[in-house]
Structure formats: structure tokens, C-alpha cells
């Protein structure tokens, strides 16, 4: 049955202002896009970036980059997808791919068939994040991400000191699990110790606590050699850069997920950014300092075709890479939901997990 007229969105019109529901036009899908009725999200750091900051927005606008659910409608020019297929994937391209209302209408590409036996909540953590993770390898960090992966493929670096920095930050687990794919041996990132076993499970060889006054010292004496790349999952000014600085020198890499926080939000204050990691602290010379934007992953013709509709789903259903712990978010309302998560991202409750929460009512 084809969608109504409208539906509900949730939006934001302006920094620490409430979010709203608001009616917007159901769009009925042309030639290679699809309708879905979106059963679930999963909240972001962007998320609250843009209700609390500002960032990138022009009030009202609809939240959300990350959706799973169930195909209604399809364009005429289709050809893999059909009504009913269960679905998930990263959109984002204008307001009516926007994650967090009841129907998305968007290309075909940007959306993959759920695995059997995979859960649609579970799914939901996976697109916006491992979509981050090859882009910045192949585009921020020149990595080759070859597909299919030929029997027995070993990079030729695969013993180079890697360092993810936020390692039980989603992005952080889908980087270590990826690299680990690809055959990269010397993996090493910080997360607080009860992450640990996990990220090992990941692919970590070298875990360190990021609070340590000395994980500056522990990761230049453990990794073995000279640290060519890193990827900043956090990209907090104090937390982490300054650190990385640290441990970076001439020929090295670092790929930072934008933006940059330099200062976080208080009940008084408003958060601060910069979309300029080079800037934010001083790197040794010789540094190539990289600030990852995911939204023009599909400059990469390939990834463009196959990314979503083809290989996020083969390696989740391979077991390659798993999805992210979820936390429910629970509501009696939509937005009553989406308050609650971006509640919980204030107060910085979640930890190695995502929050995942209804749109629409089965």
C-alpha cells in the first residue's frame, strides 16, 4: 500500500531550541529511487552537533542519516530492489532522505537487503559509520579496499603501526574490524579498559587506556615502529588531537571525522567547531592532516554502485564485521524518542554502543 500524502518528521529549528514534529510531503519515487517506511534509527554525535550547534543546518531541519525499514514504494526505472524487501542504509543528500521520519524516498544504491536472521535495530548501527570507515581508508588515508577480496590477500603494509584513536566509538570498531579484513597485523587504538577484550576481538593488537597520563609514551614504546596512519574517531581538540600530535611525525597520515570540537557544550555554553583540523592544534612538519567527509564518498564511482547495495550487506552476512551493542531508546512518541537520544548524547551516557530507537509503528 502506497504511503500517504505527508507523514511526521522530527526537526530541529535552531541551537538548544526543542525539537519538533512537523508534517512534510511524502515524495513519491522517481525512476531509480525507493520509498521506505522507516522502522528504525540510530542516533549520531552529528545529530546533537546540529540541534545543539548548529552545524550545517538551515532551520526547520529534518535529523537523521541512518535508516532501516521496509520498501513501499519504487520507481520505475528500479531494478534490484521491490516492495517488501526489508532495507537499510546512510542517506542524506536532502530532506526527504532524512533518517528521522516515517518515509524516506531516496536512490536505490543507498540502500542494502538486511541478512537473514539480522535484526533491523541491529542493522540500523551499521551504514552511516562503516560507509565513514571506507571512505577514510581509501580516500583520507589512500588505502587500496579491494573487492572481492582475492583469496589469500595480504597488504603490502600490512605490519605498518595503525593507530585508531576512540576505538569503541562506532567508528572505531567498524575501522579495526575493516582493517582486520584487509589483513593490517598491527592495529592499535585507545578506549577504556572494559572495551578492550572487544577491540582485541576486533582486530587490536595493542590496546591503551586513553585516559593514561602516559598513553602518549605506552603508544610510541608498543607500536613498533613509526605510526604512518591514524584515524581520529573523536576529533575532540584537548582529547585527542593533541595527543595524536604527539605521537605523528613527518610522512604520517591522520584522517579526523569532522568536525572538530573545541569546546563542548555546557548547560550555559554553546558547543564550538572547527572544520579545520591542520588548525586546531600544531603538527609536526611533514604531517598530512585529512578532515573526513564522509557525504562525498560517492565521488568513488564504485563505492557508489556497490558500497551500500552490495558490500556493507555481504560482510555483515559473512560476519566479517558485526553491528554496533544497541541501547533502545524508549518513548511513548516519536518525539518523545528522539529527545531521549539526544538526551542521552549530552549527557555522554553511551559507551561502545549506539542508540537505536522506533520511527514508525510497525
Not at 97 to 116: C, M, R, S, V
Not at 265 to 273: C, I, R, S
Given at each position: 500500500m502506497s504511503p500517504s500524502k505527508t507523514h511526521k518528521a522530527v526537526a530541529t529549528f535552531g541551537p538548544r531550541k526543542p525539537l519538533q514534529l512537523i508534517d512534510v510531503p511524502t515524495v513519491k519515487p522517481p525512476g531509480k529511487e525507493v520509498c521506505i517506511k522507516v522502522a528504525w534509527t540510530a542516533s549520531t554525535p552529528l545529530d546533537l552537533h546540529q540541534a545543539d550547534g548548529g552545524l550545517l543546518v538551515n532551520p526547520p531541519q529534518v535529523l537523521g542519516d541512518g535508516a532501516s525499514g521496509i520498501v513501499v514504494e519504487v520507481g520505475d526505472a528500479v531494478?534490484?530492489?521491490?516492495?517488501?524487501?526489508?532495507?537499510?542504509g546512510f542517506t542524506w543528500r536532502s530532506q526527504q532522505?532524512?533518517?528521522?521520519?516515517?518515509?524516506?524516498?531516496?536512490?536505490?544504491?543507498?540502500?542494502?537487503?538486511?541478512?537473514?536472521r539480522m535484526a533491523a535495530e541491529a542493522v540500523v548501527t551499521v551504514p552511516n559509520n562503516l560507509v565513514c570507515v571506507c571512505h577514510t581508508l581509501t580516500h583520507d588515508l589512500h588505502l587500496l579496499f579491494p573487492w572481492p577480496l582475492p583469496e589469500n590477500y595480504v597488504p603490502e603494509e600490512f605490519e605498518v603501526p595503525i593507530l585508531i584513536w576512540g576505538g569503541s566509538s562506532s567508528v572505531g570498531q567498524y575501522a579495526l574490524q575493516v582493517l582486520k579484513y584487509l589483513g593490517y597485523k598491527n592495529l592499535i587504538t585507545t578506549a577504556s579498559p572494559k572495551h578492550h577484550q572487544m577491540l582485541k576481538d576486533y582486530g587490536a593488537r595493542i590496546t591503551v587506556d586513553y585516559n593514561s597520563v602516559d598513553v602518549v609514551d605506552q603508544i610510541l614504546k608498543l607500536a613498533g615502529g613509526k605510526v604512518k596512519y591514524a584515524i581520529d574517531c573523536i576529533a575532540s581538540r584537548e582529547g585527542s588531537l593533541e595527543p595524536i600530535s604527539k605521537i605523528l611525525e613527518a610522512g604520517s597520515i591522520v584522517a579526523v571525522s569532522l568536525p572538530v570540537i573545541i569546546r563542548d557544550?555546557?548547560?550555559?555554553?554553546?558547543?564550538?567547531?572547527s572544520m579545520e583540523p591542520d588548525k586546531a592544534v600544531k603538527w609536526a612538519d611533514g604531517v598530512e592532516v585529512v578532515g573526513t567527509r564522509t557525504h562525498f564518498y560517492l565521488e568513488n564511482k564504485f563505492f557508489e554502485e556497490h558500497l551500500q547495495a552490495e558490500i556493507i550487506p555481504l560482510l555483515l552476512a559473512s560476519g566479517d564485521v558485526v553491528p554496533n551493542r544497541q541501547r533502545i531508546v524508549n518513548g511513548e512518541?516519536?518525539?518523545?524518542?528522539?529527545?531521549?537520544?539526544?538526551?542521552?548524547?549530552?549527557r555522554k551516557v553511551p559507551s561502545g554502543e549506539r542508540l537505536v530507537w522506533r520511527v514508525a509503528e510497525p
Open positions: 531494478e534490484r530492489l521491490k516492495v517488501g524487501d526489508e532495507v537499510f532522505d532524512k533518517a528521522h521520519q516515517e518515509y524516506i524516498t531516496a536512490p536505490e544504491n543507498l540502500f542494502g537487503l538486511i541478512p537473514k557544550a555546557t548547560d550555559t555554553v554553546l558547543p564550538e567547531y512518541t516519536l518525539l518523545e524518542r528522539a529527545e531521549n537520544a539526544l538526551d542521552l548524547l549530552r
